[in-house]
């Protein structure tokens, strides 16, 4: 690969390249090549690249457990033994030029809060910065995600002046659904009709926006008490897609 050298790096009037033999920060290779060198590096450790996310490497031993989550260029370590954890960063440490930000407090629009009880997961500040975009902030608050035994079909209501803005907020709300497990079944009913949108979709997902302001601070408690247990929970619906006629189910674990 070859790349233009800097202004004023030739004489005037000579035409030269520079031939790259490593990837530099900023070109598209270069997060393809340090992804390659960061799993080399994790893999000599012993870590593992889990099949369901290439971004997540696992290490066990006996009863500790290690987990490495990479998103861009920063690196999200968990486990329940700190010595492990230490030698983790030692070992990364002679690899790699990396800066320690110590115990996690906010990562992707997720804030974590520790405290002796547990940990504790919000999207605070997400769900303000949705309702701000959506100019919901002033809007009357709601109790529940959406209407008692509404139904939505893609026939009624004329379509949206823009879709663009309804994919975008249904999105956003995907993504809220990792620590507000009680809106999923709103959302993916919303999700069904990203491709023509219509006004009772929309208002519908404004319903939902004012249940959330409701509850912005709610999130998910994990107890330092708590069994290391799964546990499911399954409900479902008969036939409640107008469309259609099939039933809903989800689950929960």
Request: hydrophobic content about 40%; overall charge positive; proline content about 5%.
């Amino acid at each position: 690969m070859v790349m233009h050298p800097p202004p004023s790096y030739c004489p005037q009037g000579e035409k030269r390249f520079c031939r790259l033999h490593k990837s530099l920060y900023g070109l598209k290779q270069a997060s393809r090549q340090w992804y390659s060198k960061l799993s080399h590096v994790l893999t000599l450790a012993g870590f593992c690249q889990s099949n369901a996310n290439h971004n997540l490497f696992i290490t066990t031993m006996g009863t500790m457990f290690t987990a490495i989550l990479i998103y861009v260029d920063d690196i999200l370590v968990i486990g329940n033994n700190l010595p492990t954890i230490t030698t983790l960063k030692n070992h990364l440490a002679t690899a790699f030029k990396i800066k320690d930000l110590g115990n996690l407090k906010y990562f992707l629009g997720i804030e974590i809060t520790r405290s002796l009880a547990g940990i504790f997961f919000n999207q605070r500040k997400y769900i303000l910065d949705i309702l701000s975009d959506a100019s919901q902030l002033g809007s009357r608050p709601a109790y529940f995600p959406m209407e008692q035994h509404l139904k939505l079909n893609d026939i009624d209501g004329a379509l949206v002046v823009d879709p663009a803005s309804y994919r975008r907020l249904v999105g956003r709300l995907i993504y809220l659904t990792i620590s507000h497990p009680d809106i999923a079944y709103t959302v993916n009913l919303l999700s069904h009709f990203m491709h023509a949108p219509r006004e009772p979709h929309q208002q519908t997902a404004f319903r939902l926006l004012q249940y959330l302001k409701t509850i912005p601070s709610y999130g998910l408690f994990f107890s330092s008490t708590y069994s290391f247990q799964l546990s499911a929970y399954c409900d479902s619906n008969w036939a409640s897609c107008p469309m259609t006629q099939w039933s809903t189910t989800d689950f929960v674990v």
